[in-house]
Antibody, heavy 116, light 106 residues
Framework: QVQLVESGGGVVQPGRSLRLSCVGT????????MHWVRQAPGKGLEWVAV????????YYADSVKGRFTISRDNSKNTVYLQMNSLRAEDTAVFYC??????????WGQGTTVTVS | SYELTQPPSVSVSPGQTASITCSGD??????VCWYQQKPGQSPVLVIY???KRPSGIPERFSGSNSGNTATLTISGTQAVDEADYYC?????????FGGGTKLTVL
């Protein structure tokens, strides 16, 4: 069963840092690009970042560029999102998602980040 | 930056056909995906590469993409299809989501 499980969310003060993790099981993790997507309370989906299957390429939304860093450890089937200089507007549910051609076919349950 | 525009809401009667549009500049030149999200749940991919359905997605879901508009069509809409729907595409190495459409089945 293909599954993604996020962790690391919580309540953090503005300006502080937080690292999210996402473990993938049931598929060959190192064959797939991985995304982070967030959803602010009552709002729509906002793409955050993507990392290639081998970690060589990383792309970010303008809203997080320079503050967030995506990385992965294929030996642990885990993708990370290091979030620095957090702002109130970063408050959201953060999902990791497995990449399929031009989209995302498996999503985690999400982890909640509150900046306050 | 690239933008995808969706109507905020669409209403449909049970058994009828619902159409949700997604507009963007030369969107027909890109590959569009659609996601369904029910309250309190994670998004689910219902259409990818404009027209393809993942396994487990009912046949009543279909997609099209031409010109500046992509469309998600739900034929024989059921109450269980009531949800938020988001379109998504790639542009210049970034991913863009539409603002979402709330589908009401009444």
């Amino acid at each position: 069963q293909v599954q993604l499980v996020e962790s690391g969310g919580g309540v953090v003060q503005p300006g502080r840092s937080l690292r999210l993790s996402c473990v993938g099981t049931g598929f060959t993790f190192n064959n797939y690009d991985m995304h982070w997507v967030r959803q602010a309370p009552g709002k729509g989906l906002e793409w955050v970042a993507v990392i290639s299957y081998d970690g060589s390429d990383k792309y970010y939304a303008d809203s997080v560029k320079g503050r967030f860093t995506i990385s992965r450890d294929n030996s642990k089937n885990t993708v990370y999102l290091q979030m620095n200089s957090l702002r109130a507007e970063d408050t959201a549910v953060f999902y990791c998602a497995k990449s399929i051609w031009y989209g995302m076919d498996v999503w985690g349950q999400g982890t909640t980040v509150t900046v306050s | 930056s690239y933008e995808l525009t969706q109507p905020p809401s669409v209403s449909v009667s049970p058994g009828q056909t619902a159409s949700i549009t997604c507009s963007g500049d030369k969107l027909g030149d890109k590959h569009v995906c659609w996601y369904q999200q029910k309250p309190g749940q994670s998004p689910v991919l219902v259409i990818y590469e404009d027209i393809k359905r993942p396994s487990g997605i009912p046949e009543r879901f279909s997609g099209s993409n031409s010109g500046n508009t992509a469309t998600l069509t739900i034929s024989g809409t059921q109450a269980v299809d009531e949800a938020d729907y988001y379109c998504q595409a790639w542009d210049s190495r970034t991913v863009v989501f539409g603002g979402g459409t709330k589908l009401t089945v009444l």
